[in-house]
């Protein structure tokens, strides 16, 4: 891995001038063929939208413990997250056996009533949980603002990952469309952690690619292939990004899938707003075409992005490790 984490500047590439997509592209491979991390600057979403939405993570996580418990997980993994409960146990980078030391809210798509995936009653496809909008005025809207600019954003860079891999600059759209991306909104309050406890504990992302927002709060570490952990570099603005599990998979190993971690701050209160993005429930995660040969066969046998990603939140987000949970 590489000892920098690089830095990619996407004002070229949004307003599609002439080279920038081959060019992104590039920059884009190498970045996550070689560390797995990267930082985008250069972005089109609005700093007072990320500032909103960091206000509104601070604004529910100080709602009184009884409130934040009527909000609980449901069985989409929508809603509120207690402290203490929830680690990523499958980790193969740790022996992860403390639990986090963070509370989340989590927010998947906005699906309306009468859409079809969400009357189907399909996990991960039900509704999301929202604060009464009279105590939290304004929160449910701001935070579909978020969610809707990020996914239109995220969508406009598929192209460049797209072509990193040798294929069509269309060619993961149509495994985006009503695809799962989901937002958690995180708290990380300044408390004494044992002997291998952490904020986040050491982990892989398990969906395709991270976006996560700088705060002038740091703690986001990056492991390099030799163990080394690297703090994420904090530019005001900016993007930390990384590929996930299932773009490990997809890609045949060829884009990684880089530990990290996230360290409890110290005498102050962190908040992160990463966005998850991922494609639909029913896309099928087998070897691209391009990241396959007579001397590298796929390495792992196709499924559904359904039945991976239940998986793996029932061994690690299972909604009942929070029933007792009392304020």
Known sequence: MARNIPVIDLADYLPGQPGALPQTARAIH????DVGFFVI????IPAGL???TFDEAHRLHDLPMTRKLSLKLNEHNNGYMAMGRYA?????VNTNDKP???EAFFVRRERDPDNALRQSGRRFAGPNIWPDAAEMPGFRQHVLDYTNAMEAFTNRL??????SLDLSPEYFLPHFVDGQFSLRLSHYPPVPAETNQFGIAPHTDANFMTFLPQSDVPGLQVRTMSGEWLDVPSIPGSFAVNSGDMMRRWTNGRFLSTPHRALPPVGQHRYAIPFFLAPHLDTKIECLPTCTGPDNPPRWEPIT????????TNANYDPKRQQDVAA
Do not use: K
């Open 30 to 33: 190498d970045a996550l063929t």
């Open 41 to 44: 600057t250069g972005h089109d």
């Open 50 to 52: 990320i500032r909103q």
């Open 88 to 92: 990523v146990w499958t980790s193969d």
């Open 100 to 102: 986090d030391l963070n």
């Open 158 to 163: 598929l192209p460049a990952v797209a072509v």
């Open 305 to 312: 992005y359904e039945d991976w990603i239940t998986t793996w």
